[in-house]
């Protein structure tokens, strides 16, 4: 049975019957981790600011309490893993495109994780959350480019209307059409697909200047595939590393982790700044590299030589199953955002809301065919 694997999240995990792999375990975790910063950055500030049904007022309130918008930095966690698991199979022997049928063996599988959820958000956003005009041209054309990707390659549909969220599932969704190619390079120049950080940095840095005094960390050129292409390289060649070099040193494992906490550290302050203005919104594409250092210092730290006690804080079960069902919980978790029947006391509400739909979703949309004790109760050790 093989560990499933999700887009912006591929969150990865084995059965019971299925064989343990402890690297699963500590990317769940991560998963885990980054997913409630999401919430966090997407959904509080929304109960919390004065001003919570008008986005200026919710702008305004993450611009004077920047601590609450740096979780988004979950999403470039969640690329880089996903590069990381997609990659580990074929990196580790299990699985290779040079089979007959692989590569249409491997569409299959991603259309067949990433569509089903995909489509079932898309109708209920479009056709139940909000209001649209359904014969007008403008609907039809923002049905097409959202059933085809294609809206992220264009400013006004960047962030889908009925769930801004959902942008990250384009990007995942043109880096899955593009893995072969890029696993075929790997194999071929190892480390030496490093060289895609430079053009995707390039990007990134156009796109900043394109809106450099935008509120918001994101954009479509800065964010798009060809500014984020590079995290899922970087989360492949971790797994490239991790697979050359299975074992590190308790002491090489501690100073990986400490490293990657300080650079969260670093890059929560710098965040912070650019929120407040004090730095300007041009430093942001260095800052991705940034999260990529840090999130593959945390990553080859957790998965050295570490004390059970130490790693438990992200392989402990309640974390785990957050990161494997990740896909179904960033899906859902911006429907209940806004509403006029939401009011701050009704938080712990909406949390339940949204975790008992992804739970529904997870077992019903995302594994039909498996069992609640599979999907719910086994995990990596």
């Not at 019971?16 to 950055?41: C, H, K, Q, S, Y």
């Not at 700044?273 to 300007?280: D, E, G, Y």
Request: charged share 15%; glycine share 8%; net charge positive.
């Amino acid at each position: 049975m093989r560990s499933p694997d999700f887009p912006a999240m591929d969150a990865p995990r084995v059965s019971a019957t299925a064989e343990t792999d402890p690297r699963l375990a500590v990317v769940n975790g991560m998963r885990g981790w980054a997913m409630i910063g999401v919430i966090w950055a997407h959904a509080i500030p929304w109960y919390l600011a004065p001003d919570r049904l008008n986005l200026a007022g919710f702008i305004d309130y993450r611009i004077r309490h920047p601590i609450v918008s740096n979780g988004h930095l979950g999403v470039n966690v969640f690329f880089i893993l996903s590069g990381f698991v997609l990659a580990l199979p074929y990196l580790d022997g299990r699985r290779s495109f040079s089979e007959p049928g692989a590569l249409r063996t491997f569409y299959r599988r991603r259309a067949e994780r990433l569509l089903p959820l995909y489509y079932v958000a898309m109708f209920v956003g479009m056709f139940v959350r909000v209001e649209s005009d359904y014969t007008s041209f403008g609907f039809v054309k923002e049905l097409f480019l959202l059933a085809t990707f294609g809206y992220t390659f264009f400013q006004v549909y960047f962030f889908p209307r009925f769930d801004m969220a959902m942008w990250s599932l384009a990007i995942e969704f043109w880096f899955s059409a593009m893995f072969p190619l890029i696993l075929v390079g790997m194999k071929r120049r190892g480390f030496l697909v490093l060289w895609l950080l430079v053009p995707c940095l390039l990007v990134r840095i156009y796109g900043a200047s394109l809106f450099p005094d935008q509120q918001t960390p994101l954009n479509h050129v800065k964010d798009g595939i060809f500014g984020r292409l590079d995290d899922f390289v970087v989360g492949m060649v971790l797994c490239l590393i991790v697979t050359r070099q299975p074992s590190r040193s308790r002491v090489a494992s501690f100073a990986l982790l400490g490293a990657g906490f300080a650079v969260f550290g670093i890059l929560c302050v710098a965040w912070n700044a650019v929120t407040l203005r004090q730095v300007p919104f041009s430093v942001t594409p260095y800052l991705h590299t940034l999260t990529q250092l840090g999130t593959g210092l945390l990553l080859l730290g957790l998965v050295g030589d570490l004390p059970t006690p130490v790693r438990f804080v992200f392989t402990a079960w309640p974390i785990q199953l957050v990161g494997m069902m990740c896909y179904s919980i960033y899906v859902w978790h911006p429907m209940g955002q806004l509403g006029s029947a939401w009011s701050r006391s009704a938080l712990p509400v909406y949390l339940a809301f949204i975790f008992t739909l992804a739970a529904l979703s997870y077992r019903f949309i995302e594994f039909p065919r498996r069992s609640f004790r599979d999907l719910f109760m086994s995990y990596p050790k």
